[in-house]
T-cell receptor, first 115, second 112 residues
């Protein structure tokens, strides 16, 4: 069965622009999480959604937002991009309602470069 | 600050040798998970150990957890070139928070 699909794989944006990243979880998975990975800060939690509800949000500015649709697909949006937003953005899905109690399946990520 | 501190940051060994990576954490946990990442791609879930477990095995992987020392170790036996990757520990601190806190990772290189 298909894994977690993230699109696009690579993205180059200019400071001040906004960007939308997409994540399609494994079929049947209703929990979707987003993480940001940078060389300096490592893997940082952004948000978690379950059945279209955001259950937790990480310590990121309001420029970072997300949502989940009824088919469990999720998007995250970053507005007014800054150079420091350059990162690998990873989406992860889980079948379990208590996803962190069982582990996640990650997508290959979207590499965002802000210039 | 990161919950998990991994040691060593980088490890280089010969194929066939065993590799041991350690993870220490600061607060009580519900479970600890290990993930592998190849060259900046997605993470692959390797193994999960719950706070009431002391040791788990999965193929060539052995994980131990010492909650009194707030530490875990991942042992990969009979390493292969394909094991070259970064390995991360992740902890679930608060049950129901749906958030994993990752360590900085250990970069493992297996030399043929």
């Amino acid at each position: 069965k298909a894994g977690v699909t993230q699109t696009p794989r690579y993205l180059i944006k200019t400071r001040g622009q906004q960007v939308t990243l997409s994540c399609s979880p494994i079929s049947g998975h209703r929990s979707v999480s987003w993480y940001q990975q940078t060389p300096g800060q490592g893997l940082q939690f952004l948000f978690e959604y379950f059945s279209e509800t955001q259950r937790n949000k990480g310590n990121f500015p309001g420029r970072f937002s997300g949502r989940q649709f009824s088919n469990s697909r999720s998007e995250m949006n970053v507005s007014t991009l800054e150079l420091g937003d350059s990162a690998l953005y990873l989406c992860a899905s889980s079948l379990a309602r208590q996803a962190t109690a069982y582990g996640y399946t990650f997508g290959s990520g979207t590499r965002l470069t802000v210039v | 600050s990161q919950q998990g501190e991994e040691d060593p940051q980088a490890l280089s060994i010969q194929e066939g040798e065993n590799a041991t990576m350690n993870c220490s954490y600061k607060t009580s946990i519900n479970n600890l998970q290990w993930y592998r990442q190849n060259s900046g791609r997605g993470l692959v879930h390797l193994i999960l150990i719950r706070s009431n477990e002391r040791e788990k095995h999965s193929g060539r992987l052995r994980v131990t957890l010492d909650t009194s020392k707030k530490s875990s170790s991942l042992l990969i036996t009979a390493s292969r070139a394909a094991d070259t990757a970064s390995y991360f520990c992740a902890t679930e601190i608060i049950q129901g928070a749906q958030k994993l806190v990752f360590g900085q990772g250990t970069r493992l290189t297996i030399n043929p």
